[in-house]
T-cell receptor, first 114, second 115 residues
C-alpha cells in the first residue's frame, strides 16, 4: 500500500564508507527525486529523473550517484562518506505531465556518518 | 529565478486559536504554489496547492490558503488550531510552465500548539 518507500530507514556508518539508499514508488509516476534535509530542516533538491533520464542535477559532489533502473525505482549511491553527509534523505515522485505537479514523499532515510 | 520566503521559523498558538503561517514568493510570473506539512520523523505531505482558477484554496485538515498576486503571498490559515496540527510546514513554488521544472521549498515554519 505504501506509495513511496525507502530503504533503509536508518543508516549509521563511518567516514569513508560507501552506502546506498533505495527508493520505489507504486504510483505509476514518471518522475522521481532525491532531496536532502539538513538538521535545520532545510530541504534541497539533489537530483530528478524522468523515465530513467536525469533531468535535474543540482550542485552535488560527484560522490553522489543516482541510478534509475526503471521509472518506478531511483537509488542513491554515496561514495567516501563524509561527516557533512549526515542528513535525512527523501525520495519523492510526481507525474510530470499532469497539471498538478504535486510531489509524493517517502518516509526518509536518516543517514548518520561518524 | 524563483524564491520563497517563510516569515517566522517558529510559530506558537493556543489550541483553538487562529493559525497563520506566512509565505511570500519572488517570481517573474505567478508560479504554482504549494503548502506541505511534515510531521515528526515523516516525509512531507501535500496540504494544498494553487495552480490556476480560484485564489482561495482549501486543503486537508481544515487548512486553506489565498493566493494574492498583488502581495506575492500565499499565506496558510486555519480557523482553530488542534494539537495534531503541531508539525513543520513548508511553502513551495514551481514555475508555471510546462516541462520539468524544479520546485523550490521555503525554509519551513515549525508550528507549536499550546494546550
Amino acid at each position: 500500500d505504501t506509495a513511496v518507500s525507502q530503504t533503509p530507514k536508518y543508516l549509521v556508518t563511518q567516514m569513508g564508507n560507501d552506502k546506498s539508499i533505495k527508493c520505489e514508488q507504486n504510483l505509476g509516476h514518471d518522475t522521481m527525486y532525491w532531496y536532502k534535509q539538513d538538521s535545520k530542516k532545510f530541504l534541497k533538491i539533489m537530483f530528478s529523473y524522468n523515465n530513467k533520464e536525469l533531468i535535474i542535477n543540482e550542485t552535488v559532489p560527484n560522490r553522489f550517484s543516482p541510478k534509475s533502473p526503471d521509472k518506478a525505482h531511483l537509488n542513491l549511491h554515496i561514495n567516501s562518506l563524509e561527516l557533512g553527509d549526515s542528513a535525512v534523505y527523501f525520495c519523492a515522485s510526481s507525474q510530470g505531465g499532469s497539471s498538478s505537479y504535486e510531489q509524493y514523499f517517502g518516509p526518509g532515510t536518516r543517514l548518520t556518518v561518524t | 529565478a524563483q524564491s520563497v520566503t517563510q516569515l517566522g521559523s517558529h510559530v506558537s498558538v493556543s489550541e483553538g486559536a487562529l493559525v497563520l503561517l506566512r509565505c511570500n514568493y519572488s517570481s517573474s510570473v505567478p508560479p504554482y504554489l504549494f503548502w506541505y506539512v511534515q510531521y515528526p520523523n515523516q516525509g512531507l505531505q501535500l496540504l494544498l496547492k494553487y495552480t490556476t482558477g480560484a485564489t482561495l484554496v482549501k486543503g486537508i485538515n481544515g487548512f486553506e490558503a489565498e493566493f494574492k498576486k498583488s502581495e506575492t503571498s500565499f499565506h496558510l490559515t486555519k480557523p482553530s488550531a488542534h494539537m495534531s496540527d503541531a508539525a513543520e510546514y513548508f511553502c513551495a513554488v514551481r514555475p508555471n510552465s510546462g516541462g520539468y521544472q524544479k520546485v523550490t521549498f521555503g525554509t519551513g515554519t515549525k508550528l507549536q500548539v499550546i494546550p
